[in-house]
């Protein structure tokens, strides 16, 4: 798409188009629609520097691969997040029919179970690297969501250093993975925790780059559905803390990105 918008432009500014069907070219390519009722956002990476990912959990299995296919024929690289279980499973069981209906030979479905995410990449395609992120998981409960920062992260071009099981019951455990990421010069740290969520607290009050906390709806009690973690981390008084919405893995990682890009020096 970004070569296609290139060309546009090239051919406004040589004259060999008139503004008007630049304007005209450019509308038809805004928009995608696939089998008439799925419209992909073509042009939503160019715009806010993410690209269009499918949210997978309420969706039809055949939705989720259909816009998989084209997203990632356009970039060459796709990625749908909170993928249903049973879809994972279908799609490990029929994976080669569906490659071979589907005529996508040239591309790989990349599945992780913890994360629920499915990516699906052209064989050969490599992402350029955009800077690094740093990411902590409080407990093993919250690996999945802290799977889902790093599945995001990757795709969006971050290297992501990552350590797990480093909560505040046992904080000694911290010390070392955040002297690493420190030393990687990581542009940020996110922090996903459940039951109270006070790792981010504590990881913002040792280091002067920005923490992105991530609440995960993982507790009993009063810390059921990750309310508990949600509010705790709101209601934090350390500085250089921002907060994301519960088990919102991606939009820490593309906030996370973001930051990546503009402070990355080659």
Do not use: W
């Not at 499973?89 to 790989?108: A, G, P, S």
Request: charged share 30%.
């Amino acid at each position: 798409m970004e070569k296609k918008l290139k060309n546009i432009l090239q051919d406004l500014s040589e004259k060999r188009i008139s503004v008007k069907e630049a304007e005209t070219l450019l509308k038809i390519y805004q928009i995608e629609e696939i089998e008439g009722r799925i419209k992909l956002d073509i042009f939503r990476e160019l715009r806010s520097g993410i690209p269009e990912v499918v949210y997978a959990k309420n969706k039809d299995f055949d939705d989720v691969i259909l816009v998989l296919k084209r997203s990632a024929e356009e970039k060459g690289i796709a990625l749908a997040t909170k993928v249903r279980r049973e879809h994972i499973l279908k799609l490990e069981r029929e994976k080669e029919d569906i490659t071979k209906n589907l005529n996508i030979q040239d591309y790989e479905f990349i599945v992780n179970h913890k994360a629920c995410t499915i990516v699906l990449k052209r064989r050969g395609y490599k992402q350029k690297i955009h800077g690094k992120i740093g990411l902590l998981a409080a407990g093993t409960s919250d690996i999945p969501i802290a799977e889902e920062v790093k599945v995001t992260g990757g795709f969006l071009g971050c290297k992501v250093i990552h350590s797990y099981d480093v909560g505040i019951a046992g904080i000694h455990r911290l010390f070392e993975p955040l002297k690493r990421m420190i030393e990687e010069d990581v542009c940020c740290i996110v922090v996903v925790a459940g039951m109270e969520g006070t790792l981010p607290s504590v990881v913002a009050s040792l280091v002067d780059i920005p923490v992105i906390g991530v609440p995960v709806s993982v507790g009993y009690g009063v810390g059921k559905d990750g309310k508990a973690a949600l509010y705790s981390m709101l209601t934090s008084c350390v500085p250089g803390l921002v907060v994301v919405n519960i088990d919102n893995g991606f939009g820490a990682a593309s906030f996370a990105a973001l930051l990546a890009r503009k402070v990355y020096k080659p």
